[in-house]
């Protein structure tokens, strides 16, 4: 049974898009194939807690590969979407010029397929903020429907 969401997203305009992909790259230095995050829903710094989302597209670089006949979104960069909805929280907590690098994962599940043509929205909530380790749960959904759960740790750089 998966865990109780970190944000009501029923309670929320997930079409109302409050930063968009340029706002993204202010924070993020990812570009070309490994942007994994194309805008903001949400972003409360008080709280710690960023919703983002990925549209998966039909003509990215994994749908040929990953699986012929049967394109299913990696779930590393499920996990590399979530980690850059982490760095995006952070940056926007401590200052654009401040980003995480990927230091780990923990307590990731995998619960049902993403596919091309799928909205997957992200939520990240900061859980330990420390000079050296960022610690933020992440969930992520299709259709309201959960399908990633994990905790991402971060060096801030």
Same mark, same amino acid.
């Given at each position: 049974? &998966?865990?109780?969401?970190?944000?009501?997203?029923?309670?929320?305009?997930?079409?109302?898009?409050?930063?968009?992909?340029?706002?993204? %790259?202010?924070?993020?230095?990812?570009?070309?194939?490994? !942007?994994?995050? @194309?805008?903001? /829903?949400?972003?409360?710094?008080?709280?710690? +807690?960023?919703?983002? $989302?990925?549209?998966?597209?039909?003509?990215?670089?994994?749908?040929? =590969?990953? +699986? &012929?006949?049967?394109?299913?979104? &990696?779930?590393?960069?499920?996990?590399?979407?979530?980690?850059? /909805?982490?760095?995006?929280?952070?940056?926007?907590? $401590? =200052?654009? !010029?401040?980003?995480?690098? $990927?230091?780990?994962?923990? @307590?990731?599940?995998?619960?049902?397929?993403?596919? &091309?043509?799928?909205?997957?929205? /992200?939520?990240?909530?900061? !859980?330990? +903020?420390?000079?050296?380790?960022?610690?933020? %749960?992440?969930?992520? $959904?299709? @259709?309201?429907?959960?399908?990633?759960? =994990?905790? +991402?740790?971060?060096?801030?750089?």
């Amino acid at each position: 049974m &998966p865990p109780k969401p970190l944000m009501d997203l029923d309670a929320m305009d997930t079409g109302r898009v409050v930063a968009g992909p340029e706002e993204v %790259r202010r924070c993020n230095r990812q570009r070309y194939e490994m !942007e994994q995050l @194309d805008g903001i /829903l949400h972003l409360d710094t008080e709280e710690g +807690i960023a919703v983002g $989302f990925k549209d998966v597209g039909g003509d990215e670089f994994w749908v040929r =590969g990953h +699986i &012929p006949g049967r394109p299913l979104l &990696p779930g590393v960069l499920m996990c590399e979407a979530a980690a850059q /909805l982490s760095s995006y929280l952070y940056g926007k907590m $401590f =200052g654009a !010029e401040k980003f995480l690098g $990927f230091g780990g994962m923990e @307590d990731v599940k995998f619960r049902s397929a993403v596919v &091309p043509g799928d909205r997957l929205v /992200l939520v990240a909530k900061a !859980e330990d +903020i420390r000079p050296r380790r960022v610690v933020c %749960r992440c969930q992520g $959904f299709v @259709d309201g429907r959960m399908v990633y759960e =994990g905790t +991402i740790i971060g060096m801030p750089m």
